[in-house]
């Protein structure tokens, strides 16, 4: 028991004057002294210790490389404190004033790993979305060498599915209102083919072709009598160009229910 007070005391002790040495360095005019203990922090993972200290003597660095190196640091460290928000303001910060500064790399791509970092969910807006790929762009084109271009492609290929299934979403909602207040299986259609040929790499292009051809179909289901024929062989146009794009598609069987229903109808108008 003995032992265990002294451990405990002994931590105690520690630990208030670690306290009063960060009260001791806030209050000091010693901006040299502050920099370096910021470091310290820093690299101990006491980030908001570090961004006290470094928002300290930015102003007073300012020009300076040692300016440079705080305003990068005060990114880093918020960025890692997970406040993508205020990193951003300082990485944006940095490559105002020095563009073609030591830290500008790693600047440049860490405003788009913090937009990326506060990328929503694909059914809320997606402005900050799309920021996060203009700022890849913007990096890939200013650091073409980098060695952090392969990870921008990465994610901007990640923010492009999201884009993707976003379009996917409004497409389908549009299928499902069917024609609820007007013919929404049209509108399905021009959504999906617009997202197709926007992001023709997603991973979601299958899914997209194959709800354009099940919208096709029920437009002709659900269509007068004088429409039917012209939409029914377009049903049946645009099946051939779903298999023939994915012959082993998981929608195959469902397809070609698609495919026989249309050809009954044609071919019982021909009748």
Do not use: W
């Not at 830290?103 to 990326?116: D, K, P, T």
Request: a positive charge.
């Amino acid at each position: 028991m003995k032992a265990k007070y002294l451990l405990i005391l002994l931590c105690s002790m520690v630990l208030f004057t670690s306290c009063g040495e960060y009260q001791r360095l806030v209050k000091s005019t010693d901006n040299d002294l502050k920099f370096a203990k910021a470091k310290e922090y820093y690299e101990k993972g006491k980030y908001l210790e570090a961004c006290t200290l470094l928002e300290a003597v930015v102003v007073p660095f300012r020009g300076t490389q040692k300016g440079e190196e705080a305003l990068f640091l005060l990114g880093s460290a918020h960025y890692k404190n997970k406040d993508y928000i205020a990193a951003r303001s300082y990485f944006s910060g940095y490559m105002r004033s020095s563009p073609r500064g030591n830290f500008a790399e790693e600047s440049q791509s860490h405003v788009g790993l913090c937009y990326y970092q506060d990328s929503p969910e694909a059914k809320l807006d997606q402005v900050g979305t799309k920021k996060a790929i203009e700022e890849f762009d913007k990096f890939m084109k200013g650091f073409p060498n980098s060695m952090h271009v392969a990870e921008a492609q990465s994610k901007r290929q990640e923010l492009n599915d999201k884009l993707a299934y976003k379009a996917y979403l409004n497409s389908r909602l549009y299928y499902r209102l069917g024609n609820y207040q007007g013919n929404n299986y049209r509108s399905c259609v021009i959504s999906a083919t617009n997202a197709l040929r926007e992001f023709p790499e997603s991973i979601y292009r299958e899914e997209l072709s194959f709800l354009i051809l099940k919208a096709k179909y029920r437009q002709a289901v659900e269509s007068v009598e004088s429409k039917k024929q012209d939409r029914y062989h377009d049903t049946i146009d645009e099946y051939y160009n779903f298999i023939q794009e994915y012959p082993d598609t998981e929608y195959k069987k469902e397809a070609l229910s698609i495919l026989e229903d249309s050809q009954k109808h044609v071919g019982s108008e021909k009748r």
